[in-house]
């Protein structure tokens, strides 16, 4: 009893400490909508500053507050696969059963030495992009990174959530330190009168134009990202594949990884509500070693086709994923159906992966 009642101690000691990030955050928001509404109270700015702030705020709730998906039920093993599995010593006996437990499933991606992903604490085989997360002991579905400063995972459920918490945090900076610098000024001059305010509006000052840097890094690279169609995990070590390693293996070009994140309808992108495609568990899957959006990409797929690359086995696609591959906005393309056509027999090289 009393080493279980300690680790329970500790366990709560630990989710206590994981909220001071986030009580730091909400404190400096307090005191910055403090500072800027009661001591710098510009009527002209304040629509505009409260608009912005609300959005942070719901963005930065959702990002906090949105529970982490878990991988479905039919990726964990039944109880007669599971004693299966514990009953085998051999490391080859046991790859031999989850591959036949896999072969129904929509995984392509592979450990480095090959071998099938397998979460032994959660005990299931991991979907594609899904990742074990230390922190929340559970496995995530494509888990970019737990992130301190909202006590989260960061994954498929939360990131669009995240990517327009760093939007609107940096906006919300940028417009405090563009409107507060005439002030800022007129303290340097002695054109500012010596009250209680002058203080707020000097440390207004300096902590958001430090946060607007440091969150104009982070947002840019999370741009790139978005834009590449990889997560943080991935960028840091590229999956793996039944052909190997291939760090552009989900990027299906810079409109539709946007979209995979954001969704189809243009009205809820600077929304933090959820219209990310798919379900997390699959993803379509470019079989293309190079970028695909870069132009010599068709020679170098006809090339591994010459070279008798292995394909991936053809399966139906959900309807998410089927819309994401075949759909072509106005937003974004402006071909005309002949042209795509044409585009399209010019690049037989280039083939897209179906997955349940």
């Not at 400490?17 to 500072?35: D, N």
């Not at 790859?95 to 992903?117: F, V």
């Not at 800022?184 to 509006?201: N, R, S, V």
């Not at 005309?336 to 044409?342: G, L």
Request: hydrophobic share 40%.
């Amino acid at each position: 009893m009393a080493p279980s009642g300690s680790r329970s101690i500790k366990r709560g000691c630990q989710r206590v400490l994981y909220w001071i990030p986030v009580l730091f955050i909400a404190v400096i928001v307090a005191w910055s909508y403090y500072a800027y509404v009661l001591q710098l109270c510009i009527v002209v700015y304040l629509l505009a500053y409260h608009v912005i702030f609300l959005m942070f705020v719901w963005a930065y709730w959702q990002t906090i507050f949105t529970k982490p998906m878990n991988p479905l039920k039919e990726f964990h093993l039944s109880h007669s696969d599971k004693e299966l599995l514990e009953s085998e010593n051999r490391g080859e006996s046991q790859q031999e059963i989850l591959r036949r437990i896999a072969k129904d499933l929509p995984i392509y991606t592979r450990t480095n030495s090959g071998a099938i992903r397998y979460c032994d604490r959660c005990q299931l085989l991991k979907p594609d992009r899904c990742h074990h997360c230390s922190v929340c002991d559970k496995c995530i579905l494509k888990m970019d990174h737990h992130c301190p400063w909202v006590n989260n995972c960061v994954g498929f459920s939360n990131y669009k959530y995240f990517m327009l918490f760093l939007a609107y945090s940096l906006l919300y900076c940028l417009f405090v330190t563009a409107t507060d610098l005439q002030y800022f000024i007129k303290f340097w001059t002695k054109g500012l009168p010596d009250t209680q305010a002058k203080f707020h509006i000097l440390f207004l000052f300096f902590s958001a134009s430090m946060f607007s840097v440091s969150l104009a890094s982070l947002f840019i690279y999370h741009c790139w990202l978005v834009c590449k169609n990889r997560s943080t995990l991935e960028a840091v070590r590229a999956p793996v594949f039944r052909h190997g390693t291939d760090k552009n293996g989900f990027s299906l070009g810079v409109s539709k990884n946007f979209r995979q994140v954001f969704g189809d309808e243009a009205k809820y992108w600077p929304v933090p509500v959820f219209s990310s495609l798919g379900d997390g568990c699959s993803f379509p899957t470019c079989l293309v070693n190079m970028d695909p959006e870069s132009p010599t990409s068709s020679n170098s797929a006809s090339k591994s086709s010459a070279e008798g690359r292995h394909q991936f086995p053809s399966k139906p696609l959900r309807e998410s994923q089927s819309r994401l591959l075949t759909s072509t906005p106005s937003w974004a393309e402006n071909e005309s159906a002949a042209d795509k056509e044409r585009k399209g027999a010019n690049n037989p090289g280039m083939t897209i992966e179906n997955e349940a």
